[in-house]
């Protein structure tokens, strides 16, 4: 049975287990990551249980989000998780494969577009082996260029990708993006501590941007272990 927690005091409540994958720092550290605005559209690539839209939705409850997922329990997750906290109108979810996004979503419909995707290219050893953990972490068809593709198609002319992934694909990402005319135009290297290797990277991209692109180190713990305040942002810790 489902141990439904709030995001805050008071606040939208979601499943930390999702639909076989439970609730990551790297969907918390997207959500605090993309910059978003009263009343705009949002479409999430490979969106499970809605959870990237509910984080967005908490800190601006205008928005109008979409997802596509491929799993039909995550899709019912979703679902779940929009009636739950009354936001059937808000936050909707389209069972699909953002490799057919073209028959799914009108080109150019959205002013953000957001990604935690997958990280772990089919065959390398690190994505799991069956199951709904083996969709989650291993990309299978859900390639950056897939993804790059997807957004491209789902962004009006101006209108930014968030995309959250592991450091060591960056170059990927980069390759992709760049060919659907999806300029890179932030990026921060996420760590766990000072010193630390980055473990997560995150992007902003902007459809026909033009070149220049921006470095951040955002830092989750301070070296006595203390929550930083890019980690108390993320998860509703604090309203700055």
Not at 195 to 204: E, F, K, R
């Amino acid at each position: 049975m489902s141990a439904w927690e709030a995001l805050k005091p008071g606040g939208f409540v979601f499943d930390p287990e999702g639909a076989g994958f439970p609730a990551g720092t790297d969907s918390f550290v997207l959500a605090a990551f993309a910059r978003i605005k009263r009343g705009q559209s949002v479409l999430d690539l490979g969106s499970g249980s809605g959870l990237l839209g509910l984080l967005l939705l908490q800190r601006e409850p205008t928005l109008h989000v979409a997802g596509i997922e491929l799993r039909p329990e995550a899709v019912e997750k979703a679902d779940e998780t929009a009636a739950k906290n009354g936001l059937e109108d808000r936050l909707k979810t389209i069972l699909g494969d953002i490799a057919e996004a073209d028959t799914l979503i009108p080109a150019g419909a959205f002013d953000l577009c957001l990604s935690n995707p997958p990280y772990f290219p089919a065959g390398s050893g690190k994505a799991a082996a069956t199951g709904a953990r083996q969709l989650s972490r291993g990309e299978g068809k859900c390639t950056p260029e897939t993804l790059s593709a997807a957004a491209a198609r789902a962004l009006r002319w101006g209108g930014h990708f968030y995309l959250v992934h592991r450091p060591e694909r960056l170059a990927d990402l980069i390759c992709a993006l760049r060919a659907d005319r999806l300029e890179p135009k932030e990026l921060a290297l996420v760590r766990a501590r000072p010193g630390a290797d980055p473990s997560l990277i995150l992007i902003d991209a902007v459809r026909g941007g033009k070149s220049g692109l921006k470095l951040r180190d955002l830092t989750l713990k301070n070296a006595d272990g203390s929550e930083t305040d890019v980690y108390r942002r993320a998860y509703f810790r604090s309203e700055s």
